[in-house]
C-alpha cells in the first residue's frame, strides 16, 4: 500500500490519475445531484478528463517500457521476436498476397472461359450465316428460298434450339468484290424459327459492311424489365451487288447456359447493362427491333436489375464475379457494354488459361483495372514489409555483431583473397560456421580448377558439333528435276540424327535419313561411322534394300548391344519417274502428291522393316521382314522424310506435336517454296512446345520433284560434292 501511495504522489502519472478521478467524481456526483455542467462546472468536467487520458498514456508508455526490457533480456525471446517480425509477418503478408492473386487469376480465368466460349459461338452462327447465303444463291424462286431457309433453320435448330433465320433487304454494292455479278432481284423478306426473343429483322442497317458481321445482342424484353443477350451473324452473297442478306439470330438460352457449365464449370448468372461504358447513345435511348414494341434492343445505358439467366443453381463453394462484354446496336453498329455476373470452381478451372475483359471503362479494360488493384495491394504489402523488417533488424541487431567476422571473410575472398582466415573465438554454432567458412575458401581454387577444365570440355564438345554438322550434306539445293532442303537441331552439343543426299548415276539420286538410339556423344560416333558404311555401300547397290541389308550385317557387328539405328534410304529415278524406298523401322515417310494429281492428300507410305543393329540372329529375321516398295512421281510431288524428335516434340504438359498435325501442315502448305515451307513446320512446332526443353534431335529432310530439268542443269554424276551447294539451317 505503502509503494502504491508514493507511486500515486510521487510521479507525473500518478498525480495525473489522482487528479482526473477525483475531479471526475465531483462532477459526476454533481450531475447526479442534478445540478447541470456549464460554465466553470463544464471546464472542469473537461480538464477531469484530460488529466485521466494524459495519465494512462504516460502508465501505458511506462509498462511498454519494463515489459518491453524484461521481455528482451532472453536471446532466445529476441530471436523469437525477430522471427515473427522478419519470417512470420512477412509470410502471412506474402500469403495473403498470393491468396489474392489466384482469387483474381481464378476470376480472370471465368471471365476468358466464358467469353471464349461465346467467340466460338459467333463464329459457328455467321458459318451457319454464310451456309445459308451459299445455299440461297442457287435457289431459283421466292419458294425454293424459302424451303432452303426452313432446312436450314431446322438442321441448325436441332443443335442449338430457338435458332431462327430472316433474309432480310438489302440493296448493297460492294466494289471491292471479286465476283463481277449481281445477285438477283431482292426476294420478300423470309423468316424460318420461333424469332420468340426480338422480332425478325426486315433490312439490313447501312453500318453491316459486305463481308457481313457477328457479335452479341442486348434486348429488352417488353413485359420484364431485364436484359438478356442474344447472338446475332448477318452474311451476304459474294457479288458486286448484293440484294438481300442472311440473319441468323441464337438466343444466350438455357440450352447454352447449361452447355457453358458443362464446357467450363462456369455459371452465368445476372446480366446487367453498365452505365456510361461505351454507350452509344443517351441514358434512355432505345430503339425498336421489327416493326413491333414486343421486344426491345438495348441501346441506352440505364442499368436495370439484375436477372439471372435459366441454368443450374451454383453451388455453395463456387465463387461469384463479373465479366464485361460488349453487344452491338443494330440501327448503328456501335457497342454498348453489359456486365454478366456468373459463378466458377477453382477446382474446374485450375488448369485453365487466364485472360483479360475486352471491354474498356476509361480507356482501361478489366483486365488492367484488376492488375491496377493488385499493384495497389502490393504496394501496400510492401510497405508493411518494409517496417516489419526493420522492426526485426532493430530487435536483432545485439546479436548481428558476431556475423562481422564472417562478413570480413567474404569481402576478401570476393577480392580474390583465398588465403584469409576467420579467427575461431568460440566453440559454438558461429565457432563451427567460421570453421565450414575456412574450410570453403581453402576449396575454391579446387572448385575453380574444375570449372576451368569443365569449359574446356564444352568448348571441345561444340567443335564436335561443327565437325558433325559439317558432315551433313546441307540445303537448299536445286538439280536437275529435284529441289531439296534439310534442317537437323541435335538436342544436345552433339547428336545422333544423319541425313545424306547421293548421287547415283546421271538420272538417279539416294537420299537417305537415319536416327540413333540415344542422344549425344555415343550417337554422335555412330553416325560418324554409319556416314562411311552408307557412302561406301550406295556405289555398290541401287536397291535400296539390298543396301539396308549389307549396312545391317556390317554394323551389327559393331554396334553396341543397347543401341540400334532406324534408317529410311529411297532411290530416285526421274528417268523412270518412280521413286523406290526402304524403311528400317524409322517414321513414316509423308507424300503429297503434285498439283496435276486428282486427290491431294497427304499419303503415308510406311514399308515393313526391322531396325538395324539388333543382335538378334545372322540377320534373316531383319532380311525377310525388309519390304522395298516403289512409288510413281510426277511434277510437283512432295516427299518428307523425318526423324521422331519431329512429330515426338512435346510440350509443357507432355502432349506430343504427332503425325496428324505434320500430316495437315504439309498438305495445307504442300505449295509453299521450299524454306517457306521448312520455316513455317519449324515455326509451328517451336510454337507448340513452347518454353519446354527439346529431348530429342529434330532432323527434316524435304523433296520436291520438279521434273526432267533442263539442258543448262547439270547432271546428277556431276554433283558429288553435295554438300558444296547448300548451307545448312
Known amino acids: 500500500m505503502t509503494a502504491i501511495r508514493d507511486w500515486l504522489t510521487g510521479t507525473f502519472a500518478g498525480r495525473a490519475l489522482l487528479l482526473g478521478t477525483s475531479i471526475k467524481g465531483v462532477t459526476l456526483s454533481l450531475a447526479a445531484a442534478g445540478v447541470p455542467l456549464t460554465g466553470v462546472l463544464g471546464a472542469l468536467d473537461t480538464l477531469g478528463g484530460v488529466s485521466l487520458v494524459a495519465g494512462a498514456a504516460v502508465l501505458g508508455y511506462r509498462l511498454f517500457v519494463v515489459?518491453?526490457?524484461?521481455?528482451?533480456?532472453?536471446?532466445?525471446?529476441?530471436?523469437?521476436l525477430s522471427?515473427?517480425?522478419?519470417?512470420?509477418v512477412p509470410a502471412l503478408l506474402i500469403i495473403g498476397f498470393f491468396l489474392l492473386s489466384g482469387l483474381l487469376l481464378f476470376f480472370n480465368i471465368g471471365s476468358y472461359l466464358m467469353r471464349s466460349r461465346l467467340q466460338t459461338l459467333l463464329d459457328q452462327v455467321q458459318f451457319m450465316a454464310e451456309n445459308a447465303t451459299l445455299e440461297l444463291e442457287q435457289a431459283g424462286s421466292q419458294e425454293d428460298m424459302r424451303e432452303a431457309l426452313e432446312r436450314r433453320q431446322a438442321g441448325a435448330a436441332a443443335r442449338f434450339p430457338n435458332t431462327s433465320y430472316a433474309v432480310v433487304r438489302a440493296d448493297r454494292t460492294c466494289e471491292d468484290q471479286s465476283a463481277a455479278r449481281e445477285t438477283s432481284s431482292a426476294p420478300q423478306p423470309l423468316t424460318a424459327g420461333p424469332w420468340a426473343h426480338?422480332?425478325?429483322?426486315?433490312?439490313?442497317?447501312?453500318?453491316?459492311?459486305?463481308?457481313?458481321?457477328?457479335?452479341?445482342?442486348?434486348?429488352?424484353?417488353?413485359?420484364?424489365?431485364?436484359?438478356?443477350?442474344?447472338?446475332?451473324?448477318?452474311?451476304?452473297?459474294?457479288?458486286?451487288?448484293?440484294?438481300?442478306?442472311?440473319?441468323?439470330?441464337?438466343?444466350?438460352?438455357?440450352?447454352?447456359?447449361?452447355?457453358?457449365?458443362a464446357d467450363t464449370g462456369i455459371q452465368v448468372g445476372a446480366m446487367t447493362e453498365i452505365e456510361g461504358a461505351n454507350a452509344p447513345y443517351p441514358v434512355d435511348g432505345r430503339a425498336v427491333t421489327g416493326d413491333s414494341p414486343s421486344a426491345e434492343l438495348r441501346y441506352g445505358i440505364r442499368a436495370g436489375p439484375a436477372n439471372i439467366v435459366p441454368g443450374d443453381e451454383a453451388g455453395a463453394s463456387e465463387l461469384r464475379w463479373v465479366t464485361l462484354l460488349d453487344y452491338l446496336d443494330w440501327d448503328t453498329g456501335r457497342a454498348g457494354t453489359v456486365a454478366v455476373t456468373f459463378q466458377l470452381s477453382p477446382l474446374d478451372v485450375y488448369r485453365r488459361i487466364s485472360a483479360t475483359s475486352l471491354a474498356r471503362i476509361n480507356n482501361l479494360d478489366f483486365g488492367q483495372i484488376v492488375l491496377i488493384l493488385l499493384a495497389v495491394v502490393a504496394g501496400l504489402f510492401l510497405v508493411i514489409q518494409i517496417v516489419a523488417l526493420g522492426m526485426g533488424l532493430g530487435l536483432a541487431r545485439s546479436i548481428t555483431g558476431s556475423v562481422h567476422e564472417l562478413f570480413t571473410g567474404t569481402e576478401r575472398v570476393r577480392q580474390g583473397d583465398f588465403t584469409h582466415k576467420i579467427p575461431i573465438r568460440t566453440r559454438d554454432q558461429l565457432g563451427e560456421l567460421a570453421d565450414s567458412f575456412n574450410s570453403m575458401t581453402a576449396s575454391i581454387e579446387e572448385l575453380l580448377q574444375q570449372k576451368a577444365e569443365k569449359e574446356r570440355l564444352e568448348q571441345e564438345l561444340r567443335i564436335a558439333r561443327d565437325i558433325q554438322m559439317s558432315l551433313l550434306p546441307q540445303g537448299p539445293l536445286r538439280m536437275p528435276g529435284l529441289e531439296l532442303t534439310a534442317h537437323c537441331e541435335p538436342a544436345r552439343e552433339v547428336g545422333g540424327d544423319y541425313y545424306d543426299v547421293l548421287p547415283i548415276d546421271e538420272h538417279r539420286l539416294g537420299i537417305l535419313i537415319a536416327d540413333v538410339a540415344g542422344k549425344g556423344t555415343s550417337a554422335a560416333l555412330y553416325m560418324a561411322e554409319l556416314k562411311g558404311l552408307?557412302?561406301?555401300?550406295?556405289?555398290?547397290?541401287?536397291?535400296?534394300?539390298?543396301?539396308?541389308?549389307?549396312?545391317?550385317?556390317?554394323?551389327?557387328?559393331?554396334?553396341?548391344?543397347?543401341?540400334?539405328i532406324t534408317i529410311t534410304y529411297a532411290v530416285a529415278d526421274l528417268e523412270a519417274g518412280t521413286l523406290t524406298h526402304a524403311r528400317a523401322g524409322h517414321c513414316p515417310l509423308l507424300y503429297l502428291p503434285g498439283p496435276a494429281r486428282r486427290e491431294r492428300r497427304v499419303q503415308v507410305l510406311m514399308p515393313d522393316g526391322l531396325v538395324l543393329g539388333l543382335q538378334i540372329d545372322n540377320g534373316e529375321m531383319f532380311n525377310s521382314l525388309l519390304e522395298e516398295v516403289t512409288v510413281p512421281i510426277g511434277r510437283g510431288d512432295l516427299f518428307v522424310l523425318y526423324t521422331d524428335g519431329i512429330t515426338e516434340a512435346m510440350n509443357a504438359s507432355g502432349d506430343y506435336f504427332g503425325d496428324s498435325r505434320l500430316g495437315a501442315l504439309i498438305e495445307e502448305h504442300g505449295d509453299l517454296p521450299f524454306d517457306e515451307l521448312r520455316e513455317r513446320i519449324l515455326r509451328e512446332i517451336r510454337s507448340f512446345v513452347g518454353t519446354a526443353p527439346q529431348h530429342d534431335d529434330m532432323t527434316m529432310l524435304l523433296l520436291r520433284v520438279e521434273g526432267r530439268g533442263g539442258p543448262e542443269d547439270p547432271p546428277l554424276r556431276d554433283l558429288e560434292q553435295v554438300g558444296a551447294g547448300l548451307q545448312r539451317q
Open 67 to 80: 515489459a518491453k526490457r524484461r521481455l528482451l533480456w532472453r536471446v532466445r525471446r529476441k530471436l523469437t
Open 83 to 88: 522471427y515473427i517480425f522478419i519470417g512470420f
Open 198 to 261: 426480338v422480332d425478325a429483322p426486315s433490312s439490313l442497317p447501312a453500318w453491316v459492311p459486305c463481308g457481313g458481321r457477328a457479335g452479341l445482342l442486348a434486348y429488352y424484353p417488353g413485359s420484364e424489365d431485364r436484359v438478356l443477350l442474344a447472338i446475332r451473324a448477318i452474311a451476304l452473297p459474294d457479288a458486286r451487288v448484293s440484294r438481300y442478306a442472311v440473319v441468323v439470330d441464337l438466343p444466350v438460352g438455357e440450352a447454352i447456359v447449361r452447355g457453358l457449365r
Open 534 to 564: 552408307i557412302f561406301a555401300l550406295s556405289e555398290l547397290h541401287r536397291s535400296p534394300r539390298q543396301l539396308l541389308i549389307d549396312a545391317n550385317r556390317i554394323i551389327s557387328r559393331h554396334l553396341d548391344k543397347r543401341s540400334f
